[in-house]
């Protein structure tokens, strides 16, 4: 159980949110959600890091 990868998981719980406020919430409601996870996931890459460095987030295969 030491091996589990978590950006699979966290991805995959914010689309399930993100799917959520579409369909109860509306556009309006979609995009307010979109764009706050973006700014918080942002905040905690910093406080993290002390850095935005998104060049971890891509995955390249070999």
Known sequence: MDNIQ???LIGMTVGIILGLVAAFGGLGAFLLVLV?????????RIAE??????SGL?????
């Open 49 to 54: 890091t002390g850095e935005v460095n998104l």
């Open 58 to 62: 891509n995955v390249r295969r070999r």
């Open 36 to 44: 706050l996870g973006t700014v918080g996931f942002l905040v905690g």
């Open 6 to 8: 978590l950006m699979p």
